[in-house]
C-alpha cells in the first residue's frame, strides 16, 4: 500500500473509532455512597453527522483528507454552525438522560458535566489533526 494511501486509511480508521470521552474530575460520591469517578463515554454516529452537514461519507473523508474540522466542513457547505453545534448539544442531552434513566448519572454528575460540555463540543467540532 503507497505511504499517503496508508497514512489516510489509518488515519481515517482511527478518527471514526474515536470515542470522545467527558469526565467528571472531581470525586464525587455516587448512589451507592461509594467515592468514585463518572466516567461519561460516548460513540458519535458519523452517518449522523454527514446527514447535518448535508454531505455523504466520501465527501466527509475528503474533506477530513484536506484537513477541515466539522465547523470547516459546515462553512463550505452553507450551513450556520450554531446547527452544528445544536446537533452536538441535542445528541449529548439525550444521551445523558439515558444514562440518568439507567441510574448511572446522578443530579451532580448531570449538572457537572453540562458545565464542561460546551469547551468539549467546541474542541471536537473544531479539530482535525490533518490540519496544517
Known amino acids: ?22 469526565y467528571a474530575n472531581n470525586v464525587i460520591q455516587h448512589a451507592n455512597g461509594e467515592e468514585g469517578q463518572l466516567i461519561y463515554h460516548v460513540k458519535y ?48 442531552y439525550q444521551e445523558m438522560q439515558k444514562w440518568r434513566k439507567k441510574g448511572a448519572m446522578n443530579e451532580h454528575h448531570y449538572f457537572h458535566l453540562v458545565y464542561e460540555l460546551k469547551d468539549e463540543i467546541a474542541e471536537f467540532i473544531e479539530r482535525n489533526p490533518n490540519k496544517e
Open 1 to 22: 500500500m503507497k505511504e499517503p494511501v496508508k497514512k489516510f486509511f489509518l488515519t481515517s480508521i482511527l478518527m471514526m473509532s474515536f470515542t470522545p470521552i467527558g
Open 45 to 92: 454516529d458519523y452517518d449522523a453527522i454527514c446527514k447535518v452537514l448535508g454531505i455523504t461519507q466520501d465527501v466527509y473523508d475528503q474533506y477530513w483528507k484536506e484537513g477541515l474540522s466539522i465547523v470547516d466542513m459546515a462553512k463550505k457547505e452553507g450551513i450556520d454552525q450554531h446547527e452544528i453545534i445544536n446537533y452536538f448539544v441535542t445528541f449529548h
